[in-house]
T-cell receptor, first 115, second 114 residues
Framework: GQQLNQSPQSMFIQEGEDVSMNCTSS?????WLWYKQDPGEGPVLLIA?????ELTSNGRLTAQFGITRKDSFLNISASIPSDVGIYFC???????????????FGKGMKLTVNP | NAGVMQNPRHLVRRRGQEARLRCSPM?????VYWYRQLPEEGLKFMVY????????ESGMPKERFSAEFPKEGPSILRIQQVVRGDSAAYFC????????????FGPGTRLLVL
């Protein structure tokens, strides 16, 4: 089945530092989504990207849709303790669109922020 | 604006019992998706439904699992004769028709099978 390769798997940073994570796929995506999940909760949508090359910001978060349509990255600037959580990339593979828009998820990046 | 609602949040069942998980989509959303998450893993698609229709159930086990989204009321994911391997977090997501790929998730139901 489809897989998204997300890296790194975990990061430990100091409060105030920036962090970057990325996601790659062997197949093309028309949409990239970035979610954050806190323990015991559901994923919360952070940013949605719909166009190759698109760069979108949401507060301290910036995400880009790779030009090849096979990758995306997420940056968090000036991290704060509440940024702690697991970040997932996700998207519907092109071949499933038009019928089912089921999402494929990466395995997640666990972020720890030391105050 | 109420988000996606799921209940119960936690469910404990003994092997062989039935589990019923409920999901009410976000207001204005007509499409519902169910995903399963094992510890330390990403979410895995199970089934996609519109009102009274199953669109894609390719991720759902053929036996013991079923899903519905009736004309009135929440979507239900039903697991019959649960086994220990069914223990997981089950998440529901919803979307509009026009933006089906932009899915908003509920808080999940944590199922524990003893």
């Amino acid at each position: 089945g489809q897989q998204l390769n997300q890296s790194p798997q975990s990061m430990f940073i100091q409060e105030g530092e920036d962090v970057s994570m990325n996601c790659t796929s062997s197949s093309i995506f028309n949409t990239w989504l970035w979610y954050k999940q806190d323990p015991g909760e559901g994923p919360v949508l952070l940013i949605a990207l719909y166009k190759a090359g698109e760069l979108t910001s949401n507060g301290r978060l910036t995400a880009q849709f790779g030009i090849t349509r096979k990758d995306s990255f997420l940056n968090i600037s000036a991290s704060i303790p509440s940024d702690v959580g697991i970040y997932f990339c996700a998207g519907p593979p092109v071949e499933t669109q038009g019928g089912s828009e089921k999402l494929v998820f990466g395995k997640g990046m666990k972020l720890t922020v030391n105050p | 604006n109420a988000g996606v609602m799921q209940n119960p949040r936690h469910l404990v069942r003994r092997r062989g019992q039935e589990a019923r998980l409920r999901c009410s989509p976000m207001k204005g959303h007509s499409h519902v998706y169910w995903y399963r998450q094992l510890p330390e893993e990403g979410l895995k698609f199970m089934v996609y439904l519109q009102k009274e229709n199953i669109i894609d159930e390719s991720g759902m086990p053929k036996e013991r699992f079923s899903a519905e989204f009736p004309k009135e009321g929440p979507s239900i994911l039903r697991i019959q004769q649960v086994v220990r391997g069914d223990s997981a977090a089950y998440f529901c997501a919803s979307s509009t028709y026009r933006e089906r790929e932009t899915q908003y998730f509920g808080p999940g139901t944590r199922l524990l099978v003893l």
